[in-house]
């Protein structure tokens, strides 16, 4: 099947832009495309033949029967409709509105017949019992075999399992892809769990004195050690419990709030048996792991000790162990915040970054059948709109080029090596309306055939021609055909924009060509701008919508990921320091509690209240400072690994640091202080009267 093509259907008056694939017959039955009019068995009988999904005839034909009923495609050529499947689900790969079938198109252009012309993509059923990796050894270099015989072209079989998830390739190998942010945030939703965890047995240790006189008591009427255990930690398990019930309500409530977030589709089917099996398994974890060490510290209290002294002293082993656990929850917390604020300014520095042109006021338009050749008369009206600076053709959006090849070669070029090099088709305007500078040569003539055997190329491959990467250096095609470099083009990015510019080369040939960039002037007024120019392509493009897309919103979108990322990530830092405040306020209150008489008797001597919020307090704060000796190094290797995935990143800076530090500090500060404040405005009288 064809790649994702965006084709001009027609029925009268309405004429709509859907998308689909050009595809092979056996397509229906290898993704079991379910039929609701017509069958596969006689779908693609006839060249000229199309099925459409369910919303594709319900906006064409409304209710009647679309079989055998004709949509134009292109304003070129009639399709008889001889099928309608149901739409696909949101979360399925492919989002086809429309199948024709391939041979329709099959070799229609030169390019097809090349070998290394990756315009199609192979579907692969296998028998149940098939082994891959032979079947991939057969597969290694076949495509090499029907062009030359080397070792750089290898081909081999893509799970569709892993097509979503596992989408980052090293020499041939899957090496990752989305699935590492799953992992990522599933470790630190673990993470925050053992936050959760942390504060259970440090608030059920730090109040152990309230079931001391429990544990002598059946310790005396013949209760063991482990049934103890066993007591603590069901009661654990069962606090777990109903905590994963009221987990599953609050997903069902933050579900739409979360999809819009993430723009996925997820739902929640939690009677399913993986599900079900998930959140029992989290459950037992969870209460074994909360519950266990209070378990064991409370059922080795000693019954005599106990029931002599109702307030148990706690002991030094005991508060060594909370102490630690609030140094780790906010390391945790700081290396989250640090983690959000650099994940911040990686994005920013890169959407800051000089592109090699300018993107503002730039829209682009997809076109159809044979519209570049008729651009001349298109750009004059454009150009005489008053709102247009400059328009141009290319075979694709500033952003993306979509072409390379290996066949390049040229004077003194190393045989060992054979580099991709990105191509593209454009016409004269191209670099003038994109804002790109020539660093030496000249530009394209407006004579496209005078400059058919010419090229500019980029700086990148210029410096990978050595020195025939200059203005009169001559480039074969394939080993065959010359052209002479006329100029050379800053480089300016496309692509990939964490990376560094790739090697370009630029024809003058706008015919054929997909794309119209037109660029307004400064200062218009888009939407009035906007409506001139639609009106314009409307009238010299009869029969085709005016369909545009800003270059800045498809600039914006190649940030998606890590734009969502770092949304993530700031909601996983807000929980971890929240959850954590939660465990350092129930601290501070039994702290002040505990030492409630000493608090009266310093008020007594006269103490003040700031002096006593402050003597509550400091303990605490050392807490949080020996976490930032934790969480600084812990960060920086971390985030050191994450941006070594980017070409171009930023530099991770020392004040983030300080300012993460400070702000865990503060945090925890307003949460200790509340507390204390409390206990130090409390009249002495009342902790003292029975002294």
């Given at each position: 099947?064809?790649?994702?093509?965006?084709?001009?259907?027609?029925?009268?008056?309405?004429?709509?832009?859907?998308?689909?694939?050009?595809?092979?017959?056996?397509?229906?039955?290898?993704?079991?495309?379910?039929?609701?009019?017509?069958?596969?068995?006689?779908?693609?009988?006839?060249?000229?033949?199309?099925?459409?999904?369910?919303?594709?005839?319900?906006?064409?034909?409304?209710?009647?029967?679309?079989?055998?009923?004709?949509?134009?495609?292109?304003?070129?050529?009639?399709?008889?409709?001889?099928?309608?499947?149901?739409?696909?689900?949101?979360?399925?790969?492919?989002?086809?509105?429309?199948?024709?079938?391939?041979?329709?198109?099959?070799?229609?252009?030169?390019?097809?017949?090349?070998?290394?012309?990756?315009?199609?993509?192979?579907?692969?059923?296998?028998?149940?019992?098939?082994?891959?990796?032979?079947?991939?050894?057969?597969?290694?270099?076949?495509?090499?075999?029907?062009?030359?015989?080397?070792?750089?072209?290898?081909?081999?079989?893509?799970?569709?399992?892993?097509?979503?998830?596992?989408?980052?390739?090293?020499?041939?190998?899957?090496?990752?892809?989305?699935?590492?942010?799953?992992?990522?945030?599933?470790?630190?939703?673990?993470?925050?769990?053992?936050?959760?965890?942390?504060?259970?047995?440090?608030?059920?240790?730090?109040?152990?004195?309230?079931?001391?006189?429990?544990?002598?008591?059946?310790?005396?009427?013949?209760?063991?050690?482990?049934?103890?255990?066993?007591?603590?930690?069901?009661?654990?398990?069962?606090?777990?419990?109903?905590?994963?019930?009221?987990?599953?309500?609050?997903?069902?409530?933050?579900?739409?709030?979360?999809?819009?977030?993430?723009?996925?589709?997820?739902?929640?089917?939690?009677?399913?048996?993986?599900?079900?099996?998930?959140?029992?398994?989290?459950?037992?974890?969870?209460?074994?792991?909360?519950?266990?060490?209070?378990?064991?510290?409370?059922?080795?209290?000693?019954?005599?000790?106990?029931?002599?002294?109702?307030?148990?002293?706690?002991?030094?082993?005991?508060?060594?162990?909370?102490?630690?656990?609030?140094?780790?929850?906010?390391?945790?917390?700081?290396?989250?915040?640090?983690?959000?604020?650099?994940?911040?300014?990686?994005?920013?520095?890169?959407?800051?970054?000089?592109?090699?042109?300018?993107?503002?006021?730039?829209?682009?338009?997809?076109?159809?059948?044979?519209?570049?050749?008729?651009?001349?008369?298109?750009?004059?009206?454009?150009?005489?709109?008053?709102?247009?600076?400059?328009?141009?053709?290319?075979?694709?959006?500033?952003?993306?080029?979509?072409?390379?090849?290996?066949?390049?070669?040229?004077?003194?070029?190393d045989a060992s090596k054979n580099p991709l090099i990105s191509w593209e088709n454009v016409d004269s305007h191209f670099i003038a309306t994109m804002g790109m500078k020539l660093a030496a040569g000249r530009d394209f003539s407006s004579n496209a055939g005078a400059d058919s055997s010419n090229v500019i190329i980029n700086e990148a491959f210029a410096q990978q021609m050595g020195k025939e990467g200059r203005i009169g250096g001559i480039i074969r095609d394939g080993g065959k055909k010359p052209y002479q470099i006329v100029g050379i083009l800053k480089d300016y990015l496309y692509n990939d924009m964490y990376g560094s510019a790739g090697p370009l080369l630029l024809y003058n040939h706008p015919s054929g060509t997909q794309v119209m960039s037109i660029r307004f002037k400064a200062g218009v007024d888009i939407q009035q701008a906007l409506t001139k120019t639609g009106d314009i392509v409307k009238r010299d493009y009869p029969g085709y919508p005016f369909e545009y897309k800003f270059v800045d919103d498809d600039f914006n979108q190649i940030f998606k990921t890590e734009i969502l990322t770092g949304k993530l990530a700031s909601v996983f830092a807000s929980l971890a320091i929240f959850i954590s405040c939660l465990g350092l306020f129930g601290l501070a209150a039994y702290t002040a509690e505990r030492r409630i008489k000493e608090i009266g008797i310093r008020k007594v001597l006269g103490a003040s209240v700031?002096?006593?919020?402050?003597?509550?307090?400091?303990?605490?704060?050392?807490?949080?400072?020996?976490?930032?000796?934790?969480?600084?190094?812990?960060?920086?290797?971390?985030?050191?690994?994450?941006?070594?995935?980017?070409?171009?990143?930023?530099?991770?800076?020392?004040?983030?640091?300080?300012?993460?530090?400070?702000?865990?500090?503060?945090?925890?500060?307003?949460?200790?202080?509340?507390?204390?404040?409390?206990?130090?405005?409390?009249?002495?009288?009342?902790?003292?009267?029975?002294?």
């Open positions: 099947m064809s790649g994702d093509q965006g084709q001009i259907f027609s029925l009268g008056d309405k004429i709509i832009t859907e998308n689909g694939n050009y595809a092979d017959p056996e397509l229906f039955s290898m993704l079991e495309l379910p039929f609701t009019k017509g069958s596969a068995d006689n779908a693609f009988k006839e060249l000229n033949s199309v099925v459409i999904n369910e919303t594709m005839a319900q906006k064409f034909f409304g209710d009647a029967n679309p079989i055998g009923k004709t949509l134009k495609v292109n304003n070129e050529q009639d399709y008889q409709v001889t099928g309608v499947f149901k739409d696909l689900p949101q979360n399925s790969t492919y989002q086809f509105q429309w199948l024709i079938p391939l041979v329709g198109i099959d070799h229609k252009q030169p390019w097809m017949t090349i070998w290394q012309a990756n315009w199609v993509h192979t579907l692969v059923e296998l028998e149940p019992n098939a082994n891959v990796a032979t079947i991939n050894q057969k597969l290694a270099h076949y495509i090499a075999s029907k062009t030359k015989p080397d070792n750089t072209t290898v081909c081999w079989l893509y799970s569709m399992n892993d097509w979503n998830l596992r989408n980052h390739f090293t020499d041939g190998k899957i090496d990752g892809g989305r699935i590492s942010y799953v992992r990522l945030f599933s470790f630190i939703a673990w993470i925050i769990l053992l936050i959760a965890c942390i504060n259970f047995m440090n608030l059920s240790t730090a109040r152990s004195g309230q079931r001391a006189k429990e544990v002598g008591v059946r310790k005396v009427m013949g209760a063991g050690k482990a049934k103890l255990i066993g007591q603590f930690v069901a009661e654990a398990v069962i606090m777990s419990f109903i905590s994963v019930l009221i987990a599953v309500g609050l997903i069902y409530a933050a579900l739409p709030s979360f999809n819009t977030l993430v723009e996925k589709e997820l739902a929640v089917d939690i009677l399913q048996p993986a599900h079900l099996t998930y959140l029992l398994m989290i459950s037992l974890v969870t209460g074994l792991l909360a519950g266990s060490y209070p378990a064991f510290y409370l059922s080795s209290f000693n019954p005599i000790t106990v029931l002599k002294n109702i307030r148990i002293k706690s002991s030094a082993g005991a508060g060594f162990v909370r102490q630690s656990l609030v140094v780790m929850q906010f390391s945790i917390s700081i290396t989250l915040i640090i983690s959000t604020v650099i994940i911040y300014q990686q994005i920013q520095h890169v959407k800051s970054r000089n592109l090699g042109y300018n993107r503002d006021n730039l829209i682009y338009i997809n076109l159809q059948g044979n519209q570049a050749d008729h651009f001349s008369s298109v750009y004059n009206d454009l150009k005489q709109s008053g709102v247009v600076e400059n328009a141009a053709l290319s075979d694709n959006f500033a952003l993306e080029v979509g072409s390379n090849t290996d066949n390049y070669t040229w004077a003194g070029k700031a002096g006593l919020a402050g003597l509550l307090s400091k303990d605490f704060l050392k807490l949080v400072g020996i976490s930032f000796i934790v969480a600084f190094p812990m960060a920086f290797w971390g985030l050191n690994k994450w941006l070594a995935g980017y070409q171009y990143r930023v530099n991770i800076n020392w004040w983030v640091f300080v300012v993460a530090g400070l702000t865990a500090m503060l945090i925890a500060l307003m949460t200790v202080s509340f507390q204390a404040v409390k206990a130090a405005l409390m009249n002495p009288v009342k902790s003292l009267r029975s002294e």
